[in-house]
């Protein structure tokens, strides 16, 4: 009984770590949202500082995030770019 807990444990760890990402990782058809979604995992990836008192995500990101998630595709994505190109970085193609 012992085992079984530990194991239900560690899953709904492994859920509550993952989780987030495996959903905003969702697929879509719609063209938009698959470009606001390349931005966001772009800046994700290569643009957020890394080190001690980085200050987190920004909320230029954070605002484009939401707009991507509420629909307003054409805001966030106008968003990133702008955030990716004032950071030196080349706007990644579609």
Do not use: H
């Amino acid at each position: 009984m012992t085992s079984l807990l530990r194991l239900a444990a560690a899953f709904w760890i492994v859920v509550a770590i993952i989780g987030p990402e495996a959903i905003a990782q969702t697929t879509t058809s719609d063209p938009k949202a698959a470009r606001c979604a390349q931005l966001l995992a772009f800046w994700d990836r290569y643009g957020v500082r890394r080190s001690e008192g980085g200050g987190g995500p920004g909320m230029t990101r954070l605002g484009a995030g939401v707009d991507c998630d509420k629909g307003r595709y054409d805001s966030g994505i106008k968003a990133m770019e702008g955030l990716i190109r004032q950071n030196g970085y080349t706007v990644p193609p579609p």
